[in-house]
């Protein structure tokens, strides 16, 4: 699996060297590059996508390329007006102002300087006193399990590809508001922050999708790709 990655990446390296127009990335650490040669390295595939902490239509996205590229998806954020750009530059695509919890709820979102680092129950005001960074206000917020929007519109995306979280330490959260046996994503992009690789399989989120069918197949500075195998624990 690595060695096919590779061999994506290489083949993407000379085609910028060519001046081919069509590879273009856009996510923060390459996620994008990555996750296409995981799906299919002659990238000749379409599908469906879910990306949860969307944050912005181009910006950091590990869904762009894929949209021009001509898949569809749903793009979910709670930050307030975050999906007014997509809706304007992915018009395509349900783009979804919400938040996603294990139930339905209100929970507390904090709003920062850097709408990256929003997220439900996310004051890391003590982390960042010492930077740039500023919590700018917190509101309430609506929250729903992502079954129930997955349910809301299963008529256009009946099995889709692959699922993406930017949650901002709400990882499992969002893993557990949704039926992975169901849902069966080929592949899950996880955002998790560790000090380093040996730290993987003592994660929470690694636990969680293992059980569930999963194993971890790449990653990059930050993010970890699992792919689903089909074995349950």
Not at 74 to 93: A, H, K, Q, W
Not at 171 to 189: A, G, P, R
Request: hydrophobic share 40%.
């Amino acid at each position: 699996m690595f060695a096919k990655v590779g061999g994506f990446l290489q083949r993407l390296r000379r085609d910028e060297t060519e001046g081919c127009a069509s590879c273009s990335f856009f996510a923060q650490e390459g996620e994008d590059a990555v996750l296409a040669g995981l799906i299919d390295p002659e990238w000749n595939r379409k599908g469906f996508f879910v990306d949860v902490g969307a944050h912005h239509p181009t910006r950091f996205s590990n869904t762009w390329m894929f949209y021009q590229a001509g898949w569809r998806g749903i793009n979910i954020d709670p930050t307030p007006g975050s999906m007014v750009p997509f809706r304007e530059l992915r018009s395509e695509d349900v783009n979804l102002e919400v938040a996603i919890s294990r139930e339905a709820a209100v929970r507390k979102f904090y709003c920062y300087n850097e709408p990256a680092l929003n997220g439900i129950d996310n004051d890391r005001r003590e982390e960042l006193k010492d930077t740039h960074y500023k919590l700018e206000r917190i509101l309430d917020i609506e929250t729903l399990p992502l079954s129930e929007i997955l349910k809301r519109h299963r008529e256009r995306f009946v099995s889709p590809s692959f699922l993406t979280i930017d949650v901002e330490g709400l990882e499992v959260e969002v893993l557990s508001s949704v039926d992975l046996q169901k849902y069966s994503f080929d592949f899950i992009l996880v955002e998790q922050m560790l000090p380093d690789l040996m730290a993987l399989g003592k994660s929470d989120v690694w636990k969680y999708v293992t059980e569930r069918g999963y194993k971890a197949v790449a990653c990059t500075g930050r993010t970890v790709f699992y792919q689903r195998t089909g074995d349950v624990a």
